[in-house]
């Protein structure tokens, strides 16, 4: 397809997105490859795009998730759940694998079911962006900041953008896809013609621990525990990682988005109590112990875990429990098996803070939601004016479901707005 600057750009009427990352991208190349005659530019204000794409999933990308059935993959999103349903009805993460296909990306599904290109490079979904919005006719601009959106309701391009550096562009829809809103001045645009914008707190997170021995464990990862805020009551299950800092993993993220703004309330002080066996009850686990008595009398505990525990980890929860290196099976007291038990079922963390990948983290908080029309995602406050992406107040958890909001409210966007400028 020619560029459009070859096919009468003078007369083309100005559709404005701004922020060059997934949702923007997605949603400019819908809407150019829907409707050729309007001129759709890009206007991101870093010195790359898709920044967030390529450094995805450590440099992997995890483009969606292998849920399929649109009411539940909404149940995927802390925020934005009641808001998706209808959305997921009409491009969800098989229209997503369907999408990439048809431009030549082979993705490849693992067994937890997040989503990646077979060639395990996010420049190969960044290459597939940035060529289906060239060949659609796509204008891309690099380093253009907006600062201002200002509406002339008498024009026909009834919104003027005001760069840094003093430039003006004049378009007839605006579409603001500028990321999550890590401050207030990312939903500063939105605000300015009377949007409120919910306070942003980070989500997906980890957590810091000042607990000499569990440092010790660095690199240790359990498959499946339990983990619970007493406090919040707030809890979840899956597989955890012991790192450096505290703990990570799955269950950590999925707890961390979840509980977002209360953790934030509390000023990411809390207990966390995990249970490290909670496939098992108490009892269970008794009975078990008993059985070593009998089986294993003369061993040590230390020397002995519980699988699926790793070595390394049992050992500590032994020590921890105040048990001592040198107590074997057919010398454990009631006192000790209960002490033993506490520390498997209930080992309760002191959280001093949080910890977050400062380019890939995502935040709640954003654009209300209930301002918003989400068959088109335009504006119920201002027509012609539509949201994408983060920006919304919208956040899922680790696995792909961010960026499958993002080429969902896209794609919806850049849909209407091609259909609402006619052909």
């Not at 959305?87 to 599904?109: M, S």
Request: charged share 20%.
């Amino acid at each position: 397809m020619a560029p459009l600057t070859q096919r009468g750009a003078a007369a083309a009427r100005r559709v404005m997105i701004v922020g060059g990352g997934a949702a923007g991208f997605f949603a400019a190349i819908t809407c150019a490859e829907a409707n050729p005659n309007l001129r759709v530019e890009v206007l991101e204000k870093g010195r790359e795009f898709l920044t967030k794409v390529r450094i995805s999933g450590g440099g992997r990308c995890n483009v969606t998730h292998a849920c399929f059935e649109p009411r539940e993959l909404t149940t995927r999103y802390p925020r934005g759940e009641l808001e998706l349903i209808g959305p997921f009805q009409r491009f969800h993460a098989n229209d997503t694998l369907e999408w990439f296909g048809a431009r030549g990306v082979r993705l490849k599904t693992e067994e937890d079911g997040r989503v990646f290109p077979v060639s395990d490079n996010s420049m190969t979904i960044v290459d597939c962006l940035l060529g289906a919005a060239r060949a659609a006719g796509v204008h891309m601009r690099l380093g253009c900041e907006v600062e201002r959106l200002t509406l002339n309701p008498a024009s026909e391009e009834r919104f003027e953008l005001g760069l840094k550096g003093g430039e003006k562009l004049t378009c007839a829809r605006v579409l603001l896809a500028t990321g999550g809103c890590r401050a207030l001045a990312a939903g500063q645009l939105a605000a300015s013609v009377g949007h409120r914008i919910e306070p942003p707190v980070p989500s997906l997170f980890t957590f810091q621990i000042d607990a000499p021995w569990l440092r010790a464990l660095a690199g240790t990862s359990v498959t499946d525990v339990h983990l619970t805020v007493p406090s919040l009551r707030r809890s979840e299950r899956g597989p955890l990682l012991v790192t450096h800092w505290g703990l990570s993993g799955p269950a950590v993220l999925r707890l961390s988005a979840w509980a977002a703004r209360e953790l934030h309330a509390v000023g990411y002080q809390f207990v966390l109590r995990v249970n490290w066996r909670p496939a098992l009850t108490r009892a269970a686990l008794a009975s078990e112990f008993q059985a070593r008595r009998v089986s294993q009398g003369a061993r040590q505990l230390v020397n002995t875990p519980l699988a699926p525990l790793s070595a390394r980890l049992w050992e500590a929860l032994v020590l921890a429990s105040g048990l001592t290196r040198e107590t074997r099976w057919a010398a454990l007291s009631k006192a000790q098996q209960h002490r033993l038990l506490e520390q498997l079922t209930a080992t309760d963390f002191t959280v001093t803070g949080k910890s977050l990948n400062k380019d890939e983290f995502v935040t709640c908080g954003g654009v209300r939601l209930d301002e918003v029309n989400f068959r088109t995602m335009e504006s119920r406050l201002c027509p012609g004016l539509h949201f994408a992406g983060e920006l919304l107040d919208i956040d899922g958890i680790t696995g792909g479901f961010n960026f499958q909001s993002a080429w969902t409210t896209g794609w919806l966007a850049g849909s209407a707005i091609a259909e609402g400028e006619g052909r």
